[in-house]
């Protein structure tokens, strides 16, 4: 599809590094992507419309010009999809955040919770003490990561790598052991 603009025959400004010159270039070149994914996930035309203002108009705020162009369109699939997923909330009249039943298992809210603390405990245990730790400083005592980094002595990014595979070992600890 030839995204050129017929009165100019230029297609949309992007500025050397790969970003976007200014907002109206974001829009020209997204807007048919973004579009062409809510029509197909409501299937009807008006929604989509509805939709991809409500994606432009969520976008416009956080986005910043200097993101690359692969970065936006990123973005811009992320909010396309929570807004279809809101959508869906709206119109299927069921509530999606409540889930009672997964499975065969069926949760009583009660248990879990009052469980919930031990849980924790026993799982946290499971894990190597710098696991363990950057879990702790993170949830727990709901530190940031750069906070977590400098009380461990790591890197931001070390912190991040760290309690990705915290979650990741405790995840599969907790699939072994329920």
């Known amino acids: 599809m030839d995204r050129r603009d017929p009165a100019t025959g230029r297609g949309p400004r992007v500025v050397a590094g790969g970003s976007y010159a200014d907002w109206e270039a974001i829009y020209?070149?997204?807007v048919?992507?973004?579009?062409?994914?809510?029509?197909?996930?409501?299937?009807?035309?008006?929604?989509?419309?509805?939709?991809?203002?409500?994606?432009?108009?969520?976008?416009?705020?956080?986005?910043?010009?200097s993101a690359t162009v692969p970065q936006v369109r990123?973005?811009?699939?992320?909010?396309?999809?929570?807004?279809?997923?809101a959508h869906r909330r709206a119109t299927s009249g069921v509530e999606v955040t409540?889930?009672?039943k997964i499975g065969d298992l069926v949760y009583d809210s009660e248990d879990a919770i009052g469980t919930a603390p031990q849980?924790?405990?026993?799982l946290l245990e499971a894990?190597?003490?710098?696991?363990?730790?950057?879990?702790?400083?993170?949830?727990?005592d709901g530190r940031s990561v750069k906070d977590c980094a400098e009380e461990l002595g790591v890197s931001v990014a070390n912190a991040k790598v760290l309690?990705?595979?915290?979650?990741?070992?405790?995840?599969?600890?907790?699939?072994?052991?329920?």
């Open 74 to 85: 990123a973005y811009l699939r992320v909010v396309a999809r929570t807004a279809l997923a």
């Open 163 to 178: 309690q990705h595979r915290a979650l990741r070992l405790a995840a599969r600890l907790h699939e072994k052991h329920p």
């Open 98 to 100: 409540s889930i009672e």
């Open 28 to 30: 020209e070149d997204n």
């Open 32 to 65: 048919t992507r973004v579009y062409r994914m809510l029509l197909a996930g409501v299937g009807n035309r008006a929604d989509a419309e509805d939709l991809t203002a409500e994606v432009f108009l969520a976008a416009l705020r956080p986005l910043r010009l």
């Open 119 to 122: 849980r924790v405990k026993v």
């Open 127 to 140: 894990l190597p003490k710098h696991y363990r730790r950057i879990l702790e400083l993170r949830f727990l």
